[in-house]
């Protein structure tokens, strides 16, 4: 049945593709420990890079069957940033919320200007955090807990690379979460 082959066709594509990003963020984290990361900052306008890691994510989005929110401010707002690396950042938070959040979920990227900072967040309504697990979900191998069995594949590397791009570029990463079952909030 050619229906059939097309589904398990995309499928293996699907698992390829994520196991090519799990080997690329571990290498990236490895390079940074190593000090072997180089960023190539540039003016990037922050609106622009939010729209390309939207566009990256938009099939796990559309495949889970997300109802996913993007506001922007009204006005630029331009980094001295590593378009590439940002994007990374952004693709990670993104995933990260579509893993953990069941299908048919919300979620939410604002991006703010206060004062000279830009703020970026991404809020789901998704499975939360556990208080006791806050303090170290940016550990290198860190995964919360999923009694709920979901199938969610990862290392545990995304967020650990995540922070540490954006303390590459002298910004913070912080997690929020009121806990179990009470979604979380990324911001950059």
């Given at each position: 049945n050619g229906e059939a082959v097309s589904s398990e066709t995309e499928m293996m594509e699907r698992q390829v593709g994520q196991m090519v990003r799990l080997v690329d963020d571990l290498l990236d984290v490895s390079r940074i420990n190593r000090g072997k990361i180089e960023l190539r900052k540039d003016q990037v306008?922050?609106?622009?890079?939010?729209?390309?890691?939207?566009?990256?994510?938009?099939?796990?989005?559309q495949c889970m069957e997300h109802d996913l929110t993007v506001t922007l401010?009204?006005?630029?707002?331009?980094?001295?940033?590593d378009p590439t690396r940002l994007a990374q950042v952004l693709d990670n938070l993104l995933s990260n919320?579509?893993?953990?959040?069941?299908?048919?979920?919300?979620?939410?990227?604002t991006v703010e200007q206060e004062g000279k900072q830009a703020v970026i967040r991404v809020r789901d309504n998704g499975i939360?955090?556990?208080a006791d697990q806050l303090p170290r979900i940016f550990d290198m191998f860190m995964q919360v807990?999923?009694?709920?069995?979901?199938?969610v594949s990862g290392l545990g590397i995304g967020l650990t690379l995540a922070k540490?791009?954006?303390?590459?570029?002298?910004?913070?990463?912080?997690?929020?979460?009121?806990?179990a079952g009470q979604g979380s909030e990324f911001v950059v």
């Open positions: 306008e922050l609106a622009s890079a939010v729209n390309h890691a939207v566009e990256a994510a938009r099939t796990l989005v401010p009204p006005l630029p707002i331009y980094l001295n940033a919320a579509c893993k953990f959040t069941d299908k048919g979920g919300r979620i939410w990227l939360g955090i556990a807990d999923t009694s709920l069995e979901r199938s540490n791009l954006v303390e590459m570029h002298d910004g913070t990463l912080e997690v929020h979460s009121a806990g």
